[in-house]
């Protein structure tokens, strides 16, 4: 699937690139760019439902550790201003822990029950078109440092590794206190907003370069896991496999090398 992703990609990059426009205008000039930087989850809750009958559906506070990011990108300046790429980016695996928020768990004995947390992991590889404006330049402004706003809209394949549902209830403890289930991926729609800085190298390389320096906030869609339960963990399939809105504050520095 991330192979035929990727493929997918890189045929969009050769196609969009030769699609943009022609025209001779003195500021239109390709570019190439590459990004690197750090990743953090964003807000968004999880939810699973056990295969008991009658058992909630279980809300839960999804943490995940913070993780690496890079982009590559082939665009076009097409006005003073404004530029459009297209771009494949990868995002480097969390480790996710989900902490069960409601319904409270069972009471019993004047204490709550101890109840079920999840551990996985998730990873994501996207393929974005991108709209860059740098509203100064717009003006007439020609300054060195230019800020910037973008956006974006295009697939992601995300991908869920297996994962592990822990529950050491000592009230009625469960047969299996944990069980595991099959990981699984999934190309969903995709879209990205942010905003930045990017500064004209070119009098300190001796060549054309600009440095630029991002935020984006990016929604990869929903992450799930599998339903089915590996060897030894039991034959009950969850009424819906943990899954959650898969999002990410990402910050980037990285270099734009315009070429014709």
Known sequence: MRLTLLSSVISTVLVASAGFSASAQAEDQWYFGGEVGGAWQGDQPGFWQSPGPGDPRITYDVNADATV??????????????????????????????????????????????????ATSVSAISGMFNVSVE?????????????????????????????????????????????????????????????????DMTETV????????????????????????????GAGDPIEPFNFDFTSHIVTVGLRFPFN
């Open 206 to 233: 001796k060549r054309p370069v600009y440095l630029d320096l991002a935020y984006r906030y990016v929604d990869f869609g929903n992450v799930s896991g599998g339903g089915t339960p590996l060897p030894g963990n």
């Open 69 to 118: 990011a890079g982009f590559i990108s082939v665009g076009r300046t097409i006005m003073d201003g404004v530029r459009a790429d297209v771009s494949l980016g990868i995002l480097g695996d969390q480790d996710v822990q989900a902490n069960w928020v409601s319904p409270l768990p069972s009471i019993a004995g004047g204490k709550p029950n101890d109840h079920a947390n999840i």
């Open 135 to 199: 509203p100064l330049a717009m003006t007439g402004n020609t300054g060195r440092i230019q800020p910037f706003v973008t956006a974006g809209i295009g697939v992601a394949n995300v991908r869920m590794d297996s994962w592990t549902r822990t529950n050491l209830a000592t009230i009625n403890p469960p047969a299996r206190p944990v069980r595991s289930f099959e990981g699984n991926d999934s190309t969903n729609f995709a879209w990205t907003i942010g905003a930045g800085v990017s500064i």
